[in-house]
């Protein structure tokens, strides 16, 4: 019988560094799946088009895959999330190539009408009311607008706070204040 070090295997050829580490494409995947469509949402309501929603969404978590495969901050990814979309959001507004887009369509505000079928009358009723929210909403100051926005989107005032750069306590300003001006709108 030969010795086990006639035996020995040859050694692996070294994969590229993308290919190393599967548990940070499998975060980064997993975040794609929680959070690309609240982040896509957020950028519409920013006031980009819907592609170029799509494709600064793809850009952010591009970015989270370097940041991670770079071993950076792991705490609190949502929010860093969030902030690198706004960041791409607002480099992208004030980019010389890129003019500035329509506000929102009642299209694109509106909530998907269930199967059961509504009346004409319901139907003009919930246009008019996706038209006065959407005009609530374009009434506030950017920086409620923001907040409100990323509130609804279930993130925490912590979270919304990393992301936009602002203290807690002037995101938790922000949302009460935005919150009581739609109350007067509506």
Not at 20 to 38: G, M
Request: net charge neutral; with cysteine.
């Amino acid at each position: 019988m030969e010795s086990a070090e006639a035996l020995a295997l040859p050694k692996a050829v070294s994969k590229p560094k993308y290919l190393e580490d599967v548990s940070v494409r499998r975060v980064t995947l997993d975040l794609y799946d929680q959070e690309h469509l609240a982040i896509r949402r957020y950028l519409v309501f920013l006031g980009l088009s819907a592609d170029m929603a799509q494709e600064i969404v793809q850009d952010t978590f591009l970015k989270l895959h370097e940041h991670l495969l770079a071993n950076g901050d792991k705490k609190n990814l949502r929010a860093w999330l969030y902030r690198v979309a706004h960041n791409l959001a607002r480099n992208a507004q004030t980019a010389w190539h890129v003019r500035k887009t329509e506000a929102l369509s009642s299209d694109e505000f509106a909530l998907p009408i269930s199967a059961g079928g509504l009346s004409a009358e319901e139907e003009l009723l919930s246009a008019e009311r996706s038209r006065r929210m959407q005009q609530a909403i374009q009434s506030l100051n950017p920086s409620q607008r923001e907040c409100l926005i990323l509130r609804s989107q279930g993130l925490k005032y912590r979270e919304i706070s990393e992301a936009l750069n602002l203290s807690v306590s002037t995101v938790g300003e922000n949302v009460q204040r935005g919150l009581e001006k739609l109350k007067e709108v509506l």
